[in-house]
């Protein structure tokens, strides 16, 4: 998956416990984006980020933060996970002068129990 | 709501038939399309993309369509094949790099 890992691929945690999830990228791309699926929603833009310690929020940021210490690794934070954040995660990035076409990591299943 | 939709969530197609995959958009200031493909247990895939300034785009068996008048985005895949069966996903962006989806359209494929 285009030099995209994602870690873990599957997480079971309980309610009000932090999660945090892991994108890393080999191919030196400056934007890094995280989405999340659910059945019926398709893909919905949480974070995104486009430079080193660039980031800024997508349209279900609500309960996530994120950050970007170095260009190849974008965290995903749930600070205190609830179980409507039960989902599959997707990371993905972009480079520049093509920006919406993204390439997509493998995902992570999260269950909030 | 969405802004990007599909108009079916299933399509079912015999081997070798020509798939229809359809999406409807409401903002008329989307510029770009993309669709995406995405197997089971897997991330989604780019297929093709399309701009606002033009009608039609051919790839490797797919096509994709675009009629800005009525905001409808169509994907036609030739031939179909039992490794098309997947989540089909349209997207628009609005002018900045943030794409929008749709729910996805599962395509299964029929031997």
């Known amino acids: 998956d285009a030099g995209i890992t994602q870690s873990p691929r599957h997480k079971v945690t309980e309610t009000g416990t932090p999660v945090t999830l892991r994108c890393h990228q080999t191919e030196n791309h400056r934007y890094m984006y995280w989405y999340r699926q659910d059945p019926g929603h398709g893909l919905r833009l949480i974070h995104y980020?486009?430079?080193?310690?660039?980031?800024d929020k997508g349209e279900v940021s609500d309960g996530y933060s994120v950050s970007r210490s170095k260009t190849e690794d974008f965290l995903l934070t749930l600070e205190s996970a609830t179980s409507s954040q039960t989902s599959v995660y997707f990371c993905?990035?972009?480079?520049?002068?093509?920006?919406?076409?993204?390439?997509f990591g493998s995902g992570t299943q999260l269950s909030v129990l | 709501g969405e802004s990007v939709g599909l108009h079916l969530p299933t399509l079912s197609v015999q081997e070798g038939d020509n798939s229809i995959i359809n999406c409807a958009y409401s903002n008329s200031a989307s510029d770009y399309f993309i669709w995406y493909k995405q197997e089971s247990g897997k991330g989604p895939q780019f297929i093709i993309d399309i701009r606002s300034n033009m009608d039609k785009r051919q790839g490797q068996r797919v096509t994709v369509l675009l009629n800005k008048t009525v905001k409808h985005l169509s994907l036609q895949i030739a031939a179909t094949q039992p490794g098309d069966s997947a989540v089909y996903f349209c997207a628009e962006s609005r002018g900045d790099y943030k794409l929008s989806f749709g729910a996805g359209t599962t395509v299964t494929v029929r031997a």
């Open positions: 993905a990035i972009s480079e520049e002068g093509s920006l919406e076409k993204l390439f």
């Open positions: 980020s486009y430079g080193v310690k660039d980031t």
